[in-house]
């Protein structure tokens, strides 16, 4: 037997749903003389700052779409998740909510786990401004020793204008610092953090004139899927290719994991990683 979901007038379903599951003693409202479990339509409009005939509207699917101040308020009325909030928006206006920048350096345990896992595969876990606040021992043997750097220091951008060293390793340097510039702009607007970005600019101009000249240029990149060819000092030149991964729930997330271009690297990349984890 074939099961109809009805789609209409989804999003009064859902506020409805969601307004009946409010607990009205955690607001201190009395719960004498309720119908229904959860708060009433004009108790939410009030905590909306909205009136309680456009609420009421909005439940019944009429009035037209709401704009999205309208469901912002009535999602923290409804102290909504983010991603019930996102829903909301979804099926309230068609499109999802503009993003939440939430700054932080925290990686869960369990993602942490995971770069783990890859024991012969380098990986890391960056911000949206491209702070790398996770990575495994492989990527410290190939990549770099995150570990003995301070942590403002772990600065993608930081590193590729600022540091010799790391500007000695690239093959073309030019190259992938434009791509690092074009892919740091389109993920810090993406993930809603532009103005936190406005100092390490900053910083970069002052201390970087190719930096200035680069950001001048406005591209916009994507991080996707590629080679990476870097100068290592053990391995010699060394090609890996590498995929960027989202973190669901995470917009301020990215996984990079890394694997060797050819077998013969990847026989020696693996010598190299077994040899680091003996010692």
């Known amino acids: 037997m074939d099961v109809q979901i009805s789609t209409d007038n989804a999003l009064g379903a859902f506020l409805r749903d969601r307004r009946c599951r409010m607990d009205a003693t955690a607001f201190g409202l009395p719960t004498s003389r309720r119908r229904t479990p959860g708060l ?6 009030q905590r909306a700052n909205v009136s309680v005939t456009w609420y009421t509207w909005l439940e019944q699917g009429r009035g037209g779409a709401p704009s999205a101040d309208v469901l912002d308020r009535i999602a923290r009325a409804l102290m909504l998740t983010d991603v019930e909030r996102e829903h909301l928006f979804l ?10 920048y939430r700054e932080s350096d ?34 410290s043997v190939i990549l770099a020793d995150y570990g003995a750097m301070a942590p403002r220091e772990r600065n993608v951008l930081r590193m590729m204008f600022c540091d010799p060293a790391v500007r000695a390793r690239q093959t073309d340097w030019e190259s992938v610092a434009r791509f690092v510039v074009a892919t740091f702009r389109a993920e810090a607007v993406r993930a809603g953090a532009s103005g936190s970005v406005a100092a390490l600019v900053d910083e970069l101009s002052r201390a970087s004139p190719e930096f200035v000249a680069m950001w001048r240029e406005k591209e916009v990149g994507h991080h996707g899927e590629g080679t990476k060819t870097l100068r290592h000092p053990t391995l010699g030149v060394l090609s890996l290719e590498y ?28 010598r190299l990683i077994e040899a680091a984890s003996l010692g």
Not at 40 to 45: F, L, P, Q, S
Not at 254 to 270: C, D, G, Q, T
Request: without cysteine; neutral net charge; charged residues 25%.
């Open 91 to 100: 099926i309230g206006l068609g499109r999802p909510p503009e993003v939440r």
């Open 243 to 270: 995929s960027a991964f989202a973190v669901d729930g995470r917009p301020d997330l990215s996984m990079v994991v890394y694997n060797p271009a050819a077998p013969e690297a990847a026989a020696e990349v693996k």
């Open 106 to 139: 925290e990686v869960s345990p369990r993602l942490q786990r995971v770069i783990d896992a890859l024991t012969l595969s380098p990986a890391l876990i960056k911000t949206a401004t491209w702070d790398i606040v996770a990575w495994n021992r492989a990527a």
């Open 40 to 45: 009433r339509r004009e108790e939410v409009a």
